[in-house]
T-cell receptor, first 119, second 115 residues
């Protein structure tokens, strides 16, 4: 158990709908990352938050948005869903979120993922 | 930009034997970290081992060791005494100071342990 909690574990929804994925980071971790894993794209970084603020943005679609709340949990909102959005969405957390060399070894721990199926 | 390459889509290994999973990387950063993760069929991503670019010794964690060759830009994972439970996808990932704090992943290697 990594200590990162994601809900829901499985979700089936129709095209055009909107869903929210929730993540609770490990106790003490300030940084939250979202990743998408699909068969054709592999593991893609979406977005990172650190202590409530957006820190880095990756290949996140405009239909997707995220936020990190004062209690450090995070939500990933996916709207106008398309069949191609079907994937495993991971939340991960780490203690630090900066760019310092000393923080490179700070492990990023992943949750069990949320399986999203768009039909 | 950072890039991780895992050239072995799938591998078989006999139980109790050692296996090496290849990983090469490309980065312009002077300081970076290399990680290996295991993803069983259940889907979760499990952290295995870390190697820093300035670490003088190769990292080891139990049956896992990392064969780090900085000049060749390779960070191969060695699993000793393979067990049936080692059957999974294995991902090499990199984090670099200039590229940000996030991990960039390779395409993964599926390891299958034969009894």
């Amino acid at each position: 158990d990594s200590g990162v909690t994601q809900t829901p574990k499985h979700l089936i929804t129709a095209t055009g709908q909107r869903v929210t994925l929730r993540c609770s980071p490990r106790s003490g971790d300030l940084s939250v990352y979202w990743y998408q894993q699909s068969l054709d794209q592999g593991l893609q970084f979406l977005i990172q938050y650190y202590n409530g603020e957006e820190r880095a943005k990756g290949n996140i679609l405009e239909r997707f948005s995220a936020q990190q709340f004062p209690d450090l949990h995070s939500e990933l909102n996916l709207s106008s869903l398309e069949l191609g959005d079907s994937a495993l969405y991971f939340c991960a957390s780490s203690q630090f979120g900066g760019h310092r060399t000393s923080q490179l070894r700070n492990t990023i721990y992943f949750g069990e993922g949320s399986w999203l199926t768009v039909v | 930009a950072q890039k991780i390459t895992q050239t072995q889509p799938g591998m078989f290994v006999q139980e109790k034997e050692a296996v090496t999973l290849d990983c090469t990387y490309d980065t312009s950063d002077q300081s970076y970290g290399l990680f290996w993760y295991k993803q069983p069929s259940s889907g979760e991503m499990i952290f295995l081992i870390y190697q820093g670019s300035y670490d003088e010794q190769n990292a080891t964690e139990g049956r896992y060791s990392l064969n780090f060759q900085k000049a060749r830009k390779s960070a191969n994972l060695v699993i000793s005494a393979s067990q049936l439970g080692d059957s999974a996808m294995y991902f090499c990932a990199m984090r670099g100071g200039n590229a940000g704090n996030m991990l960039t992943f390779g395409g993964g290697t599926r390891l299958m342990v034969k009894p």
